[in-house]
């Protein structure tokens, strides 16, 4: 399975490059034979649901490795996001949970990787979200 990281050169211009993470961990293994790097505790990934993450999560999780979402509510000013493309917060599918659990969009979006056992990083710069979205997940 490849895996796609979207690097920016120092231009501001995308880059995209092809990297299978089965190959990295195997490389991650072969620098612990000679004690020179342990196996990992955390994993931390872009994960939100447009990118889940499923099969990575579900391999860290059985090597026992917690994950760390960073962007779990999506990155919509991302310079590589086409303006047609819907953000997270436009998705009429999450805006309905939401509705029907009288949550937040934010607060659906953080419970869809808390119940699959994902830390959280989000990120906000609005005071009021940070405190009444981002913690009333449960």
Known sequence: MKIRDELVDSEGFTVAVETSFLDTWEGMEELNKPGLKNKPANNQIECNPYLSQEKLINYCHSQGITVTAYSPLGLP??????????????????????????????????????????????????????????????
Do not use: G
């Not at 436009?90 to 830390?119: G, M, W, Y």
């Open 77 to 138: 000013t991302r310079p590589w996001v086409k303006p047609d493309k819907l953000c997270l917060f436009q998705d009429p599918n999450i805006k309905n949970i939401a509705e029907k659990h009288q949550r937040t969009i934010s607060q659906v979006l953080l419970r869809f990787l808390v119940q699959r056992e994902v830390c959280v990083i989000p990120k906000s710069t609005t005071p009021q979200h940070m405190y009444l979205d981002n913690l009333q997940v449960h």
